[in-house]
């Protein structure tokens, strides 16, 4: 059975970590809806939410094969748990003189907000969950939609049972950080100093 | 005298970490960490011929010793002939570190002189790779770098250092090894459930792989204080010793007649240190269907990856094996005993002159500590088939990522690791001739423990072989017999002594002398070109639905 499985990452903020989970995705074509990237408020540590399409064996692998890589310090399947999730889309509708009123009263129903006004098109911001911002992209569309940008899903657990990197990590920022080595040892090809320099 | 830099930081992390030999190739972006290798007298460094001979010898060196291996190369063309070294270490899960260097920082990015994006092109076939920005990082990330590649599942890490990080000044302080994490215990609950099955078993099997190699003792216990019939994959050979009455064979593609009947008839079966590979497999849904599977590794990503496992147990091979040991029942099923002595008896090879008496004939000579390379195709299943390997760690082989080219610079590496064992390769014309320049490291290095036999049939054996039964006899660019070199000539042009022989009577003389020689040497045994390896499953059938012998005798030589 395809469908839809909600997964986030939290990894360390470091260069090519997008494209390390992403390639490993496309190597074993397993297929993300959406992707969201974004800084946690856990300095160097960065969340991603993923929709994968696959059936339960596939996510499971997928999320089996995210836990091995270095920079993915922990991964939190969002079908396990009660969550919220949102997204935003920016939408730009075209609009004439007659179809003004009828356009703003439909974004006001979604409690959609008019970030810019041109003479010709109206810019809404929708956020809510995936179903909201679908039907209201399917409401506006016999107006003419010209441009839009979802962001792609975000998620978090709900309540206490939080996925927060500090209470996930049990320690805070050093904790999860912490290299994978401590301090060094001096040793003993370092007492005799550099070879050839001392 | 210079003052300390990166390069230099590098040899002291490497000779902190026990790193005594590294094998690699010099280029324009790397020269600062070979300038600084001239202060460190103790690392023994192995000039290849390319830099795919000397990651394969870096492998032979981890796969026989099950340290790590460590190569070197410099930017660009230098790291991308390091790629099918590193695919084949991230499948056969060898611990290797390489080292590339790269154009210096302010150049990377610009498409300069022999640039490359190492790390983007490794991503994929690396555990992990890194580049490194400031010198002060040396010590840490390459400690990092060795500390991932031997813990938990070993496999390649690439740690690529700009040339300008090389030269930089460095200060700081050098990182010794750190003891590898604790494997994590397996779940009680699970193992509770493992013997739960096993006690009620009535045609178990064990199925031995090469994340086995490491824990031959415990596993082997395990197999004998419960007496379970034990069959070891290609990667596992030697896992469990040949010689004891429980062993079945090889499974899979040319696995034995005995162990691929267990498997289907098994009702369960319990894997340990292995992946369920598709050449192990057969066709998935037919494997061991009649089973309640028991899979044991240390890669949570392994276990229902391709076969669904009944009783998941993730942990180490070592670990779960002593205390399975622990809870051992001795079992008796005379009838499942029995019906596998019959099995295997079935599938022998033919006893007249060919490929198969060839290997037969020059794998008998093995002694018990010595090692055996093999570079991959029909000779690489035949030595599987016919050698018999009573300790772990003796047979080397590119098993995942089947690499033609792997064998013969693999032996180099066994070699330098172990000097007192007779390190021999078997390797076909073909791939041979992938890594032949490597004869230059014997004769440079004086090394006189390799002993290279080459078993010519003129072909692309093993591709010829499914032309033969799945492209009806269309033998398409596979011949190589109008282009060989003299292979005995060739030898000799690097200073290196050869005997040939095409028959058994002349190959046993040949093989005395070969063996005799004090040195390396080169053994050519020109055997019938169309010969097959049977038994055989064919590419996407089950296993119970193998060609147990050789079909009649095609006519014919070249199509």
Redesign the interface.
């Known amino acids: 059975m395809s469908a839809d499985h909600l997964v986030s990452v939290l990894v360390r903020d470091e260069?090519?970590v997008l494209?390390?989970i992403t390639?490993?995705f496309g190597?074993r074509a397993y297929n993300i809806r959406s992707l969201s990237v974004g800084r946690t408020e856990q300095p160097g540590v960065s969340r991603m939410t993923f929709v994968v399409t696959g059936d339960r064996?596939i996510v499971?692998?997928a999320m089996?094969?995210l836990?091995?890589?270095?920079d993915v310090l922990h991964v939190v399947d969002h079908g396990l748990h009660k969550y919220v999730d949102r997204e935003l889309v920016l939408l730009k509708v075209a609009i004439t003189p007659e179809s003004r009123v009828e356009v703003r009263q439909i974004a006001e129903d979604f409690r959609a907000r008019i970030v810019d006004v041109g003479r010709h098109a109206l810019t809404f911001e929708v956020t809510g969950d995936e179903g909201k911002v679908t039907a209201f992209i399917e409401q506006m569309r016999p107006f003419g939609i010209l441009e839009t940008m979802r962001t792609g899903r975000v998620a978090l657990t709900r309540g206490s049972n939080a996925d927060l990197p500090g209470q996930v990590f049990h320690g805070g920022e050093t904790e999860v950080l912490r290299?994978?080595?401590?301090a060094?040892?001096?040793?003993?090809?370092?007492a005799g100093g550099?070879?050839?320099?001392s | 005298m210079t003052p300390p830099n990166g390069a230099q930081a590098l040899w002291q992390t490497l000779a902190a970490h026990g790193v005594g030999t590294v094998f690699g190739y010099p280029g324009g972006a790397i020269m600062p960490v070979y300038d600084a290798l001239t202060l460190f007298p103790d690392i023994r460094h192995i000039l290849a011929r390319h830099e795919q001979g000397a990651i394969h010898a870096a492998e032979g060196w981890a796969k026989a010793t099950g340290d790590l291996g460590v190569c070197l190369a410099t930017s660009g063309p230098g790291a991308t002939n390091l790629v099918t070294g590193l695919a084949d270490a991230m499948m056969d899960s060898v611990p290797l570190l390489a080292i590339t260097g790269n154009v210096a920082r302010h150049l990377m990015g610009t498409d300069a002189f022999q640039e490359a994006d190492i790390t983007g092109i490794t991503l994929p076939i690396t555990k992990h790779n890194y580049v490194v920005q400031e010198a002060g990082d040396l010590p840490r990330v390459v400690a990092e770098a060795i500390h991932i590649a031997r813990s938990g599942r070993p496999g390649p890490v690439l740690v690529d250092i700009p040339k300008d990080v090389q030269l930089a000044a460095f200060a700081g302080e050098v990182h010794g090894p750190q003891a590898p994490p604790e494997a994590p215990a397996p779940d009680p609950h699970a193992l509770e459930a493992a013997v739960a099955l096993l006690k009620e078993a009535r045609r178990p099997v064990l199925m031995v792989g090469g994340g086995a190699q490491g824990a031959a003792a415990e596993v082997t216990a395990f197999a004998r204080a419960w007496r379970i019939p034990t069959i070891t994959t290609l990667m596992g050979l030697g896992a469990f010793p040949a010689s004891d009455g429980l062993w079945l064979g090889m499974p899979g593609m040319h696995g034995s007649v005995a162990a691929n009947r267990a498997i289907s008839e098994a009702d369960v079966l319990i894997g340990i240190g292995l992946r369920f590979d598709d050449r192990v497999t057969g066709r998935v849904k037919d494997f061991a269907s009649r089973a309640s599977i028991i899979h044991i590794d240390l890669d949570a990503a392994e276990i229902s990856k391709i076969v669904r496992a009944h009783v998941p147990v993730r942990a180490d091979a070592g670990r779960a094996a002593r205390l399975l040991t622990e809870r051992a029942q001795p079992l008796s099923h005379p009838e499942w005993t029995a019906t596998l002595a019959e099995w295997r008896t079935r599938g022998e090879h033919p006893a007249h002159w060919g490929a198969a008496q060839a290997v037969r004939q020059v794998v008998s000579r093995l002694g018990p500590g010595d090692i055996l390379s093999t570079d991959v195709g029909q000779h690489q299943m035949l030595a599987a088939q016919l050698a018999r390997f009573d300790r772990p760690r003796r047979w080397l082989t590119s098993g995942g990522l089947g690499t033609m080219g792997f064998g013969f610079p693999a032996a180099i590496g066994a070699a330098l690791a172990e000097p007192g064992v007779t390190s021999m390769v078997i390797a076909g014309d073909g791939g041979f001739q992938m890594t032949a320049q490597e004869l230059a490291t014997l004769t440079k290095y004086g090394i006189r423990n390799v002993k290279i036999c080459i078993v010519n049939n003129s072909y692309l054996g093993m591709v010829r072989q499914w032309q033969e039964l799945f492209h009806e006899r269309r033998y398409s660019e596979v011949y190589l017999g109008d282009s060989n070199p003299d292979f005995l000539k060739l030898a000799d042009a690097y200073g290196i002594s050869g005997w040939r022989a095409d028959n058994a009577d002349d190959l046993e003389g040949a093989i005395d002398a070969w063996l005799a020689h004090d040195g390396s040497a080169l053994l050519e045994v020109v055997v019938p070109n169309e010969h097959g390896v049977f038994p055989m499953v064919p590419a996407g059938a089950a296993l119970s639905e193998m060609i147990e012998t050789e079909p009649q005798a095609v006519p014919g030589g070249r199509a």
């Open positions: 260069p090519r494209t390390r390639s490993l190597r064996n499971e692998q089996k094969q836990e091995k890589l270095h290299p994978v080595l401590e060094p040892e001096p040793s003993e090809t370092q550099m070879p050839g320099v």
